[in-house]
């Protein structure tokens, strides 16, 4: 009796244990079945995963160089700057020989009533004036020719207009060798006649007279 009772007291300790290894068993054989065993990675995929980490590693790589140009010293060597320097400005130059302007008519006149007369070199010039305007313009009247030494003062009537415009034009080709240049200029007189008053310098004074101005 004795016997029996211990016996009956630890079947259910043997069958806890039967249930309980039972119950871990099933367990391990449904994850085994449930989780497909581990295969190795084909070569392909071995491939693409050393691509993978090479590029990483570049990325790496790059990434460090910028954050050690980021955290660059100051005292690390720069490029120097070149200096800018203000243009500079210069004076206008001031030739040592000036152009010299012509004399006025005014001055002419002035020279003409105040120089000294060159008595033979004033009477031919006057008549050689005279006679070759007189040939070259035909309707026209002459009313002076007056030299002195360096200046020789002409006045012309023009019967009409159009006789003025050609006189203007041509009076250049009709005066006598012997002048350096010649200035004009047009008046009225109060009878209404139209008159050109030509100033000529003689050659070879051209100089002087430029310095009176």
């Not at 790059?62 to 010293?73: C, G, N, Q, Y």
């Not at 302007?101 to 003409?112: A, F, G």
Request: with cysteine.
């Amino acid at each position: 009796m004795m016997a029996t009772a211990k016996f009956d007291r630890s079947l259910p300790v043997v069958l806890a244990l039967v249930v309980g290894a039972t119950c871990t068993w099933l367990i391990d054989w449904t994850l085994r079945r449930a989780v497909p065993p581990r295969r190795d990675p084909s070569p392909t995929v071995q491939a693409r995963a050393a691509a993978d980490e090479e590029q990483e590693a570049v990325l790496a790589g790059i990434e460090r160089r910028v954050a050690a140009l980021e955290t660059r010293s100051p005292s690390s060597p720069r490029l120097p700057t070149p200096a800018v320097s203000a243009a500079k400005v210069e004076a206008p130059r001031v030739p040592s020989n000036p152009p010299k302007r012509s004399p006025t008519t005014e001055q002419l006149d002035d020279v003409l009533e105040t120089e000294g007369r060159d008595s033979a070199w004033a009477r031919q010039y006057e008549r050689d004036t005279q006679s070759a305007l007189a040939n070259a313009f035909k309707d026209e009247h002459v009313r002076e020719v007056r030299c002195a030494t360096s200046v020789c003062r002409i006045v012309v009537e023009h019967s009409t207009m159009a006789n003025e415009a050609d006189f203007k034009r041509r009076f250049w080709t009709a005066l006598p060798d012997g002048y350096a240049g010649a200035q004009f200029s047009s008046g009225v007189d109060n009878d209404g006649t139209h008159t050109t008053s030509i100033r000529v310098i003689r050659k070879g004074y051209e100089n002087a007279l430029f310095e009176t101005n």
